[in-house]
């Protein structure tokens, strides 16, 4: 890109910035807000992981990170045309975080691990700020030349480096052992490839690269977080971790520590990006809701790190429970098995009144809420403000899809006879005998099996 140009837009933006530039930063978020399911996700995600507080703060805190979002986004296209001068004047650090990152980056083989703030893309004025204070980061290459080309050199203009994420294992360690440092973005879902860890209370997959590579290499790591202080302002703060434990302690460690950062500051905690399905790996959807990968299962150090007995039932899971008493009473044999399988979750059953005392809360459910078996659906609305995860329907003669429209649920799984549904999200597992009472335990246990159930042994 032309560096006069480049100079021209940068004065141009100085001068209008930031009087006029929040506008359209806050209408995009608005757009956001009204129009995309990122509402209902940093709504569910706060929801689950701050319990103790109001609906009104969870709904004003989503509120708040969705506007944060959009303005996250927002700070990657203006920033590049800043001045240096603007960027400094609106991007702090102390004088003992300054001595902090200087003495990591000189070191060198140092990882930083960064969160999605609205402006950690700011960070990238850092070799200006504190020359001596070079690293490089680690991105996901784009498929579209001209966005490729334009995202290397907004971040890359202050003296930023950068490493594409398709570079091997091997390759990013040769680079730490010859003192690079290396930032990486640590906070969102890996996927199948992560490891299961405890956050905020909850299992999901965290990845475990920086503690690999920090193992493998004797780098050191550091948490470097950008605390937002206004519309592009921000103060840039530091935090040198403990690499003892080999790389599941680091990944364990890392995490708590942005949870202890996020509890402690609501401001933060509106900044980082609540929208994100940082939890989505609990299940992957219905055909695994009742397993969780354990590869690579950290939750134990978890619990040991958050000073934790057990872990907590926090994700939800809704089961319909069947009107015929036979049925129902195979069901309640089921569940302490279900819970012994599936710790964090939270079960909640939509019992017919007739079929409550099978149920008892604390010993094979969370939640029991009966109902008259012609008023099922009051039942299955009562818990849809649980911000319910997953929906078992194991009355065949029900309607799952029309359930959902009632519970909300994320994922489903139903039992049918002969109708048939498989997106991903929402399956029946179906079996033309599902309505024969005596192929019932057959088929309960097929349809657990179909929910990735593997056994009583953890």
Known sequence: MNSNNTGLIGRIVDIVHPRLMWIPCRMLGLAIWLFTNRREVATRNIALSFPERSSRWHKRTAFKSVLRMAEMFF???VTPFLSSAEMMRRQRISDAHAAHLLKLCQKGGTIFLSPHCSNTECMSIIPVMLPGAMFSTIYRPLDVAFAERYVRWARSRWGLGLISRREGLLDLRRRLSKGENMG??????????????????????????????????????ALIVSRRKGFMRSEIEVYEMDCEGGAPAITVRSNAKLEELLRADEELCADWMWAHRRWKCSMYGAAHCLNVQDKKNYIALSLEVRRQAAVERRLPYLVRVPQDRARAAALAEWMPRLRKRREDVRWIMACPEENA??????????????????????????ASGEWVEVYLSLEPEASTKADLSVCKAQYSMGISTCEVAKDGKHLLFTDPEAGKLSEWPRIL???????????DEQ
Request: hydrophobic share 45%; aromatic share 10%; charged share 20%.
């Open 75 to 77: 700070v990657q296209i």
């Open 184 to 221: 990486i973005l640590f906070d969102q879902s890996s996927g199948w490839t992560g490891s299961i860890i405890l956050f905020f209370g909850r299992v999901c997959a965290a990845t475990d690269l920086p503690g690999l590579l920090a193992a493998r290499t004797g780098a050191s790591c």
């Open 357 to 382: 005392d099978l149920f008892e809360e604390g010993r094979n459910c969370e939640r029991l809420i009966p109902a008259p078996s012609d008023r099922m659906k009051a039942a299955l609305k009562a």
């Open 445 to 455: 246990e097929a349809f657990f099996r179909a929910c990735a159930y593997e056994g």
